[in-house]
């Protein structure tokens, strides 16, 4: 497929504005729909415009077909995660579990419909005492650990069953860590399960704003994010206790990353004018997938450096806790530390061509720079 160019790009948010304010498209001029499928693709925002794609008469037939076939795919498979995720959660009231949900399968209410919202896996937050617990459910039900590091423990099942369930909502190792103290204080108690807990909606924005930021400083991410918080913001923005929310956000550093971020997607879906500062930070969001590629976090990485040798150097020598990320072993057995520095270096010297590729990046970021 052809990469898209900035004309496939504007349409591409054109067509989510239409969708988000239920208006009718204008007509394409010069956009490559197929080239727009790949980054709707990459975006993972494919089923919130395939209704407005299949509806338009000048889209064509080709183009229709990759986002119809697409979104019936998924569309299939988010009936038979919704099926599993009924099960799981039963089970867990029934062990009684406290948990509660996160992400997507709480912003999924705010899309015109709830199929718009696509979601690579289900990310449910439980109490941390009944790990074990929870863990045997997985088992019980047919999954198998993929992740047992980190925040969170990841299963999986054939064909496309994934679930995190989360013991905490950042890992303390990771670059990003802001602390979530009071979030079952928070949450709220469903009315007809005890043990089903709602995160409270300053909670909800924070920890999508947290979230976003993780993403983004680490290879840049999506602009879904963007049209979650936008989305989120349209419908509760005056029923928020906004001092909370500035003082946690003020808290973990992010209040001009929330303003930035904001104020772009309010312009984005609004379809208001971008100067070239916004072009350039639609970049980031537009470029890079849905949460981030090795290219974004060459160049999220290149941007923590000062130049090309600080650069080097930093990724010759990681910071212990991106080590203890990248090498969990390192958490219960640090003393292998230099082993694993020696070990990373042979891996970069005989994979020759990913560091050669990398080195080419860097150079093309520094004369850009």
């Known amino acids: 497929m052809p990469k898209q160019t900035w004309k496939e790009t504007e349409y591409l948010l054109h067509l989510v504005c239409c969708v988000l304010h239920s208006k009718e498209p204008k007509k394409a001029q010069g956009v490559d729909f197929c080239a727009l499928f790949e980054l709707a693709k990459e975006q993972e925002i ?138 079952w204080k928070n949450a709220k108690q469903d009315e007809n399960n005890e043990y089903l807990y709602h995160m409270s909606k300053e909670d909800v924005y924070i920890f999508s704003i947290c979230h976003m930021f993780k993403h983004y400083i680490k290879s840049c991410c999506g602009i879904r994010f963007l049209i979650d918080n936008y989305l989120f913001l349209e419908k509760e923005k005056d029923n928020l206790n906004w001092d909370y929310i500035n003082g946690e956000l003020e808290k973990n550093g992010l209040s001009d990353y929330e303003k930035q971020s904001r104020e772009l997607s309010k312009k984005l879906f609004e379809e208001k004018e971008l100067d070239e500062s916004d072009k350039k930070l639609l970049e980031n969001y537009i470029n890079y997938g849905l949460f981030g590629n090795k290219q974004g976090r060459i160049i999220q990485d290149y941007s923590k450096s000062k130049n090309k040798f600080s650069y080097i150097l930093r990724r010759l020598f990681p910071k212990k806790k991106d080590m203890i990320f990248n090498y969990p072993v390192l958490e219960k057995k640090p003393y292998l530390f230099p082993f694993m520095l020696i070990h990373r270096f042979f891996k970069g010297l005989f994979n020759i061509k990913k560091t050669s590729d990398e080195l080419k990046s860097v150079n093309s970021i520094n004369k850009e720079n």
């Open 46 to 183: 494919y089923n919130l415009i395939n209704g407005i794609v299949q509806a338009a008469d000048f889209v064509d037939k080709e183009a229709k077909e990759l986002f119809r076939n697409q979104s019936m795919s998924e569309l299939n498979r988010m009936i038979a995660i919704s099926s599993q995720r009924s099960i799981l959660l039963s089970k867990l009231s029934e062990n009684k579990i406290n948990h509660m949900l996160l992400k997507g399968l709480i912003l999924k209410d705010y899309y015109p419909k709830e199929s718009m919202r696509q979601m690579s896996d289900n990310d449910i937050l439980i109490d941390e005492k009944r790990r074990n617990d929870a863990a045997e459910i997985m088992y019980e039900l047919g999954y198998e650990a993929e992740d047992l590091t980190q925040n969170s423990d990841d299963f999986f099942k054939e064909p496309y069953y994934a679930f995190e369930l989360h013991r905490s909502l950042f890992d303390s190792e990771s670059e990003f860590s802001p602390r979530f103290d009071n979030v």
